[in-house]
């Protein structure tokens, strides 16, 4: 899920940000410390959301440099109500890959602006792969964690993963007129807002398959998933199954399906 694996950025000279520490691997480590030039130090470390491949190798560069870390507030406190209501439930799932140990020392506010030496970021809220999602703008380019990626669309896994957030956090990113994102995996996005656009297309086609299955009678996410997600390998399936019951939640929100029972990942979806 990761693809070539996490990036990890350094942002200016002398006493550098360090956005998205990676996974906890001694080589992921080595090639962060051996990337500063001489004299530069990492000063700050910045996570865009609290996924183990970004975080988990955060303890180990605090131990090493001193730096303190900077994040959104969690999840638990930044979900919409009808997420939070979901969570609440106890039986929504979801939660893949959450760091439950990563606190950070200093949380940032959506347009706060952290800055030091030569460098500067503006911490946007960009929810939608995860409540706590932030992207962090700085001139022309948008450092965009997860929430916007060039090989693959984004997961989303309710209650942290809110597909209509997702589609408000892309306008967002859409409207800063970036020049290039820079994503937690893979290339850079070279052209943001036909991206965007194409992600955002994918999501509207994903509700249309959504409801064509939908009006040949009731189905479960994993139902549809089946149905729909033909072409992909059986071992994402169950995140493919994530994604569409994120799209049946949109679509209740939207009046346009509805859940048989309780609101729930293995509940029957009708058409209204």
Do not use: K
């Amino acid at each position: 899920m990761t693809h070539s694996g996490t990036n990890s950025y350094l942002l200016g000279t002398g006493a550098v940000a360090l956005i998205d520490p990676g996974p906890d691997d001694p080589q992921h480590l080595t090639a962060l410390l051996t990337a500063l030039e001489p004299g530069e130090h990492i000063a700050a470390i910045i996570v865009t959301h609290r996924h183990l491949d970004h975080t988990a190798l955060a303890p180990r560069l605090v131990a090493r440099t001193g730096a303190p870390t900077f994040a959104f507030a969690p999840a638990e406190v930044t979900r919409r109500p009808i997420m939070a209501a979901l969570a609440a439930l106890g039986d929504i799932g979801g939660g893949e890959g959450h760091d439950d140990a990563f606190a950070p020392d200093h949380l940032l506010r959506d347009g706060e602006v952290l800055a030091l030496g030569d460098w500067s970021v503006t911490a946007l809220h960009t929810p939608g792969h995860t409540a706590d999602h932030l992207s962090l703008h700085s001139g022309t380019w948008v450092f965009c964690g997860d929430i916007v990626m060039g090989w693959a669309s984004t997961l989303i896994s309710p209650p942290d993963g809110d597909l209509t957030r997702f589609r408000d956090s892309c306008a967002r990113l859409r409207a800063l007129n970036a020049t290039q994102l820079l994503p937690g995996h893979g290339a850079p996005i070279e052209a943001p807002q036909a991206r965007i656009d194409a992600l955002l297309a994918h999501r509207d086609q994903r509700d249309a398959q959504i409801r064509t299955q939908l009006a040949q009678g009731p189905a479960t996410a994993a139902e549809l998933a089946q149905a729909i997600y033909t072409d992909t390998p059986p071992a994402l399936i169950p995140a493919a199954t994530r994604n569409v019951l994120a799209h049946l939640i949109d679509l209740t929100e939207r009046n346009l399906a509805q859940s048989q029972s309780i609101l729930s990942p293995h509940a029957q979806f009708e058409l209204i």
